[in-house]
């Protein structure tokens, strides 16, 4: 409103494009023209064409001191005016807004003049930044604004006709002064940033913008600055640059500020050592006590072993439980590898979180720049290698770097994409192990177990390439086809016969191992209860509450799930808790000395014991004698599984075996 209906011709345009944005009633008359016709225009078409190049390069070089000039009506007619312009944002975009008073009629001018004069006082006055103008010849203050008057803490009555050195320091005054004269002396408009200034809220940072602004003759009069105080805002971009490089929850430096230390460390030419360091048992925390107690704990961790930390080494976390360190001079094998005990020594100390005492550990990999790379990317991988190492011995230890670590794992990158391609070229198959009940002798069920015939390496063990399939993510869909071959071969067998397959956890990670069983039970019409799930206790350790979910959703199937290698776990007993196992299985190696050992046989007796309690059938793995296998059957333990009673066999051999024992009216026969 206030624009378009002041008496003032009024326009604003654009900065960049020249063209003009919006037009005022009065532009319109003055120029001659209606507002459709005038929006076509660029600020060009209004001026003489021998000094358009001059009025553009005024508005290029933001140069917006009050000045006449020539304007050129729609009719051809030239009139002189006045004119008083501001840069602004209009519409998002940057413009300028320009006040025009026809000064041919000199009266008429003087009082658009004094509106002009009063109108401009009010903007100034709105503006939220210190506007500020001093005499250019001897630097005394003649305006200030009210955003100038609260941020130096004195009114303007009080600053008007004063200096510098009346108001600041001398040291501040000096500054000021000085920069003032360069500003008039280039005739710029010239932009200080992050300029320090003493006030009485404290010491502020200020952005300021100055320019010189000449007499009618063309000689420095005044200088006018715009002052916005950007502290606030330096902060922040200072608090934002922070949390860019340094982890949120330890304010230890981030992987990507960690990376960015190490490109400068290799790059330069002293020796360092890097340190990966992984959490043991953390998850467990997290899962047990939570999520704030975990980040607590992390908080801890991050302390305790900045204490150990020599002046020039560098501690970060980078991400989840894992950190590095970067151990600087004084360096070598030896005070690493002490660094490294220190660091596990006092991760081992229990924690107090909250109230609740937790222990967890630290294992970590060492690798030296001298000796086992010059490159971020290097370092980093044999550093990593060597931690797997330490993970590998047991939890609690470090290792350093061996090129024979390198060796393996490209020995098992290659495993990996042959094993990739074994899937294409039909080279996995499954064997089938029998499962008797102890009492009758009978087959009870089969278990299946994934074998693979390398075409030139012959038949490789499971336990070398298990580990591979699982850690390439290769294991789902190999798992897929196991579960689907096996449930198609099982459906030939007779309706009292169960199939009992593995399942590793990472079939639990995602969302489809549901749907995969289902999809198998379908494609074979195998009886959802003659199929048997089997798992270990590394499936609780980690996501225990969302594969918990998953373990309802398969046994709502109706299948049967069965906890493999019970008792070798610290935590067997508490899974029993969670969830109720159709079955546990007891590891082979309680079996093994059973008879001559009274401690294993104690074992068995109590995990027997314990599954009849909780109403789920024990199987004993690894049976290999005669008196092993009468043993438990004294004991009452359900059912047995080893080479005694049959060894894994071809699914041929399998339903053969199945009609041999019909054949002889249901008893055992071992093979």
């Given amino acids: 409103m206030l624009f378009e209906h002041n008496p003032i011709p009024m326009w604003i345009f654009d900065v960049h494009t020249l063209h003009f944005v919006a037009v005022n009633a009065a532009a319109c008359t003055l120029y001659g023209c209606d507002r459709e016709q005038f929006l076509t225009k660029c600020v060009l078409d209004l001026h003489p064409v021998d000094q358009r190049e001059s009025v553009r390069r005024k508005i290029l070089n933001a140069e917006a001191p009050p000045d006449c000039g020539v304007l050129v009506k729609a009719c051809g007619q030239q009139i002189k005016i006045l004119r008083f312009s501001r840069r602004t944002l209009f519409q998002g975009k940057a413009c300028a807004i320009v006040w025009n008073i026809d000064v041919t009629e000199r009266e008429q001018a003087a009082i658009e003049l004094r509106g002009t004069q009063i109108f401009l006082d009010a903007i100034v006055e709105s503006i939220p930044s210190m506007v500020f103008v001093k005499d250019a010849r001897d630097g005394r203050f003649v305006l200030l604004n009210k955003a100038g008057e609260e941020l130096l803490g004195i009114s303007r009555h009080d600053l008007i006709g004063k200096t510098d050195f009346d108001l600041f320091d001398v040291e501040d005054a000096q500054r000021f002064r000085q920069a003032d004269q360069a500003v008039v002396a280039s005739g710029n408009l010239v932009t200080i940033d992050n300029e320090p200034l003493t006030t009485p809220s404290g010491l502020r940072a200020l952005r300021t913008q100055k320019v010189g602004v000449p007499d009618i003759d063309g000689k420095p009069r005044y200088l006018l600055g715009i002052s916005e105080d950007v502290t606030e805002k330096r902060r922040a971009e200072e608090r934002s640059r922070h949390l860019a490089l340094h982890d949120v929850l330890t304010d230890l430096p981030n992987r990507f500020k960690f990376q960015n230390i190490l490109d400068r460390e290799t790059e330069g030419p002293a020796d360092f050592v890097l340190v990966l360091l992984d959490l043991d048992r953390f998850k467990a925390v997290n899962d047990s006590l939570g999520h704030h107690a975990g980040d607590e704990l992390l908080r801890q961790v991050s302390a305790r072993m ?280 007891i590891d082979r190696a309680f079996i093994t000395d059973m008879t001559s050992s009274p401690e294993n046989l104690a074992i068995v007796r109590a995990v027997i014991g314990l599954g009849k309690s909780f109403g789920a059938v024990v199987t004993a793995e690894g049976v290999e004698t005669e008196a092993q296998l009468a043993c438990l059957r004294e004991e009452g333990c359900d059912q047995a599984q080893g080479y005694l009673l049959g060894r894994p066999m071809s699914a041929d051999a399998a339903m053969e075996r199945i009609l041999g024992m019909a054949d002889q009216g249901g008893k055992r026969r071992l093979g």
């Fill in 306 to 585: 900045l204490c150990h930390m020599g002046p020039d080494d560098v501690l970060a976390r980078l991400g989840g439980d894992e950190f590095g360190v970067i151990h600087r001079s004084p360096v070598s094998r030896e005070t690493a590898s002490g660094l490294a005990r220190h660091l596990i020594a006092a991760l081992s100390e229990p924690f107090d979180i909250d109230g609740d005492i937790v222990s967890i550990g630290c294992s970590a990999g060492l690798a030296l720049k001298s000796q086992h790379g010059r490159t971020v990317d290097a370092l980093m991988k044999r550093a990593d290698l060597a931690l797997y190492a330490a993970k590998a011995t047991g939890r609690g230890d470090y290792a350093w770097f061996e090129f024979a670590m390198e060796e393996k794992a490209d020995r098992q990158r290659i495993l990996r994409d042959e094993l990739y391609a074994s899937l294409q070229k039909d080279e996995l198959y499954i064997e089938y192990q029998p499962i008797i009940s102890t009492q009758s002798g009978r087959i009870v069920s089969f278990e299946a177990l994934l074998r693979w015939q390398h075409p030139v390496r012959g038949l490789i063990s499971p336990a070398d390439f298990i580990p591979v399939a699982e850690a390439s993510g290769l294991i789902e869909p190999i798992g897929r086809w196991v579960l689907r071959q096996a449930c198609q071969e099982a459906a030939r067998w007779p309706a009292d016969i169960g199939l009992a397959v593995n399942l590793s956890p990472r079939q639990f990670t995602g969302f489809t191992l549901a749907a995969d069983v289902i999809r198998a039970l379908e494609q074979s019409r195998l009886a959802p209860g003659r199929l048997e799930l089997e798992i270990t206790e590394s499936v609780m350790l980690t996501d225990s509450q969302d594969n918990v979910r998953i373990l309802h959703q398969l046994k709502q199937l109706g299948v049967h799930i069965a906890l493999d290698d019970f008792g070798t776990g610290y935590s067997s007993l508490a899974y029993l808790r969670c969830f109720p196992f159709d079955k546990l299985k």
